[in-house]
């Protein structure tokens, strides 16, 4: 499945081609540029004789793609490689400087803002925190950000923006009890087109997908994905979600929601069954803070700079490991992953607490006859979601679904 797919993710996508390689007829010369691109991104930089090899495109087809991408200023020469034999071989990669986006995370209790460029660099962001997400409000964010953003931005780099990609919990009038929020304030969202109206008030198009789907496919586009062709990825934020890849792609199942490892149930310490997001979600933390009358305003300041708060987060990340292991051995039981992936909405110091637990937890459970894949941690992190939402401006027009390129014909 393409970082695109789905209803109601934006502009209709370009006719499906084959995509057991490349094709040298004038018709697709579009999606044999993307194709060169996306071998480009994946690899970090290739010769011409490197993609001719590895695309099934001839030596001649390459040459004239690479040329007119050079002379778009989409590709920019690397430093000659020496050392072998005949000429130098010099490598082609992405500009970073060639195409930007927008992406926006919406979560129940914060909001971001983020620019990014060609290669997934975050340039410019911005931040806000509320009590419960409003339709009104993060609109007005989404568009006020857009334009504070841009006045920083020249003339020339603002023409070379792609669009924004927003992602945003599905049903987000769901769980109004578990975030303290007034039932009737979330329902306005059963009858609002997010991408609709955002796409009425700006130039730029507009493209929406699941939060945790979107934190999943930035992993798989600029994290581990290079070195895991399958695994199952957990996303900690105020509620805990996920995504699935299976051959280097996202699988997001029938309706959508295939990787929502939230309602997967599991036992709690009182050996009742529960759901895991009621277990291994930063809302637990921050009700688990005010119950002991420390201020949890601090969990949605900045996820990156967490204060460490003692024996209430120690209680937090044991109990979610412990919910996360069993969640894990739920997932290597139906489906041989290679991995899993973890990441969150917090620092990397408790990304690796919580890891290192949930390894340890793993080993109080019955495993026999299951495989445990290898338990590692996410590498984009706290702006995943929002990486992930940026990232579908560029898949839609300048990339392609990520698994063409493990097709190559090497």
């Not at 393409?2 to 502009?11: A, F, I, N, Y």
């Not at 299976?246 to 939230?262: C, E, H, P, Q, Y």
Request: glycine residues 10%; contains cysteine; aromatic residues 8%.
């Amino acid at each position: 499945m393409s970082l695109t797919d789905g209803p109601d993710r934006g502009p209709m996508q370009p006719d499906v081609i084959d995509p057991s390689g490349g094709a040298n007829q004038t018709r697709v010369r579009a999606y044999n540029e993307r194709l060169v691109m996306s071998l480009v991104r994946r690899h970090g930089g290739l010769s011409k004789a490197d993609i001719a090899r590895r695309s099934g495109l001839s030596a001649q087809t390459v040459s004239v793609i690479m040329r007119a991408l050079e002379s778009d200023g989409l590709l920019v020469r690397g430093a000659p490689v020496r050392g072998r034999v005949g000429q130098p071989s010099t490598p082609m990669r992405l500009n970073p400087d060639a195409v930007f986006s927008f992406g926006v995370k919406i979560g129940r209790r914060s909001a971001d803002l983020v620019l990014m460029d060609f290669v997934g660099n975050i340039r410019l962001q911005l931040h806000q925190i509320h009590a419960y997400p409003l339709p009104g409000e993060l609109v007005d964010f989404i568009i006020g950000g857009i334009e504070k953003l841009e006045r920083q931005l020249s003339a020339e780099e603002r023409k070379r923006i792609a669009g924004i990609g927003i992602a945003t919990p599905f049903e987000l009038w769901n769980w109004a009890e578990e975030v303290g929020a007034p039932r009737e304030e979330m329902n306005r969202w059963r009858d609002i087109d997010l991408q609709a109206i955002v796409a009425q008030r700006t130039r730029h198009p507009v493209f929406l997908q699941n939060d945790g789907t979107s934190a999943c496919g930035a992993e798989l586009a600029f994290g581990v994905g290079a070195s895991y062709p399958d695994f199952v990825y957990f996303y900690i934020g105020s509620f805990i979600g996920g995504g699935i890849v299976i051959n280097s792609a996202l699988f997001s199942g029938r309706t959508g929601t295939a990787g929502a490892v939230g309602p997967l149930p599991v036992s709690g310490k009182d050996g009742k069954t529960i759901q895991l997001l009621k277990i291994a979600s930063v809302f637990v933390l921050e009700n688990l803070l005010r119950s002991r009358g420390i201020d949890p305003k601090p969990l949605w300041y900045s996820a990156d700079d967490w204060i460490d708060f003692g024996e209430p987060l120690t209680i937090w990340i044991d109990d979610s490991a412990a919910a996360l292991a069993q969640a894990v051995v739920s997932a290597a039981s139906i489906i041989d992953f290679s991995a899993v992936v973890i990441d969150g909405g917090f620092p990397p110091w408790v990304r690796a607490r919580l890891l290192t637990a949930t390894r340890k937890a793993l080993y109080d459970l019955d495993l026999q006859g299951v495989t445990i894949p290898e338990l590692v941690e996410g590498m984009v992190g706290s702006h995943a979601r929002a990486i992930g939402g940026a990232s579908l401006p560029l898949f839609s027009r300048y990339l392609l679904d990520t698994n063409v390129l493990f097709k190559e014909l090497s």
